[in-house]
């Protein structure tokens, strides 16, 4: 009796430890997928300019309002400038004045310092952890806002960003149900003698409260039975196993799909940090990453070609009709050179009126093809509506096997084609190099 009794005691404590690194492995994802989101946001060249340069409020709207509530369960998003003092509040769905303080806790300051421990001019560190109290939990993820410039240099600013997740009684309920965690709840005090549990520490080490359940307790669930006899003891332990290692088996499963869910979160994030929002099209960090992967070894060899496309008057399309129709004008040129170049072909918007095109079979006679159906095209008015838009394409091509002579030859080329009166192309040539070298007046590009 005495054995049965210790053999169901053993069981019970290996079903208690096993729910806790359960419940570990659990909220150490949660974290991890939190901080990366926070990373992806608050490491963005465009994050930095529309919160840390300029407070742009259409740019929130559009970026944070809706989306991280609905799509990311984030409730929280707070940027502060370098004196903690808060610049921007989106609580709950909607900007707001909110007190970080009292929604949060002096816990919320420990993890912005340590958010702000990272080296300047190095990629950001996120700092995650749980803030508040037990009436009002979080977790969080703090990230000193950074950019980078044309050479993918590093730049610290002394903005934080951070991000807050409520942990609620649904968020509790649902963990509880995914995982097996059998009426999770918040406690001030540690868990009983047949429960499990959690310590709830903040960023600063104090410890606020636990989380508590209640785990299957496989020895006192089967103890009756083993109470049987030597042999029901022997047969009931291996169903135990057996159960035990069924029920781990899915909920392995369902942290193997946590993280497929977070990673496909992070790659949707990445993608969506290399793409011109307006056309869909690859931008000039993608641009400079594709020239980077080129002249890797394990790359093609030999030439290569970039075709760079700057519009003409197209200044005077915003100024006459506004920048609504100018981006649509946008929209059609990057529509028109998906059809005028190879689909193996990589198009990217580098910002205003400026595109260029990186040739995956830089064949000379395709590439100049393309350049003069390009400038042939955009030569044609193009009809909104009511309006009439009437500009043009200047094109400048280089060919080299020096990667990173390609967006400075095909500069010089397009310099070239705008001198000679715009609405042309010119191919780069030493020629035209010692023509610019000797030239004093500046290159007017936009418009």
């Known amino acids: 009796m005495a054995f049965v009794t210790f053999l169901a005691q053993s069981l019970d404590r290996n079903s208690i430890k096993s729910s806790e690194r359960i419940f ?20 963005w060249d465009i994050a930095v300019e529309h919160l840390v340069y300029k407070l742009n409020m259409q740019w929130v709207n559009e970026t944070f309002v809706d989306y991280m509530r609905d799509e990311l369960q984030i409730d929280g998003v707070h940027v502060l400038d370098g004196n903690n003092t808060p610049k921007l509040h989106v609580v709950d769905g909607a900007l707001a004045n909110a007190d970080l303080l009292a929604r949060y806790g002096p816990s919320v300051m420990d993890l912005i310092g340590k958010a702000r421990a990272t080296a300047k001019d190095e990629a ?39 991000f807050a ?13 995914r995982y097996g965690l059998s009426k999770l709840y918040l406690s001030p005090v540690k868990p009983s003698f047949r429960q499990a549990g959690a310590a709830i520490e903040t960023p600063g080490g104090n410890v606020i409260g636990h989380f508590v359940w209640y785990p299957g307790l496989e020895g006192s669930r089967l103890l009756p039975y083993l109470m049987i006899g030597v042999l029901v003891v022997y047969v009931s332990m291996f169903l135990a196993a057996r159960l035990f290692f069924r029920r781990a088996t899915v909920v392995v499963r369902a942290l193997e799909d946590a993280k497929w869910e977070a990673e496909k979160a992070r790659e949707q994030l990445a993608d969506l940090a290399r793409k011109d929002p307006l056309t869909g099209l690859g931008n000039r960090r993608f641009l400079d990453e594709t020239l980077t992967r080129l ?27 506004g920048h609504e129709t100018g981006d649509v004008v946008l929209q059609h040129v990057a529509d028109s050179l998906r059809a005028l170049v190879d689909p193996e072909d990589s198009i990217f918007r580098l910002g205003g009126d400026e595109f260029a095109v990186v040739f995956a079979n830089p064949k000379r ?6 350049g003069r159906a390009i400038v042939e095209h955009f030569s044609k008015p193009l009809q909104l509506n009511d309006a009439v838009c009437q500009y043009g394409a200047s094109v400048g091509i280089a060919f080299s096997a020096d990667i990173p002579d390609l967006m400075r030859q095909a500069d010089i080329a397009l310099y070239a084609a705008k001198r000679q009166g715009r609405g042309r192309m010119a191919v780069y040539s030493s020629e035209l190099l010692e023509f610019r070298e000797a030239s004093e007046e500046p290159v007017v590009r936009r418009g």
């Open 24 to 43: 570990r492995s659990m909220m150490g994802d949660r974290a991890q997928h939190l901080a990366d989101i926070t990373l992806e946001y608050g490491y």
């Open 124 to 162: 950001p560190v996120p700092a995650t952890g749980l803030i508040g109290s037990l009436e009002g939990l979080f977790l969080a993820s703090a990230a000193l806002m950074t950019t980078y410039n044309e050479n993918n240099d590093d730049k610290s600013t002394d903005h934080v960003l951070l």
């Open 165 to 177: 997740q409520p942990i609620n009684k649904d968020v509790l309920a649902a963990m509880s149900e």
């Open 295 to 321: 002249q890797s070894p394990g790359d093609r060899a030999g030439k290569y070609a970039l075709l760079y496309i700057d519009l003409d008057r197209f200044k005077e399309i915003n100024d006459t009709f």
């Open 365 to 370: 006679e395709r590439v100049l093809s393309s």
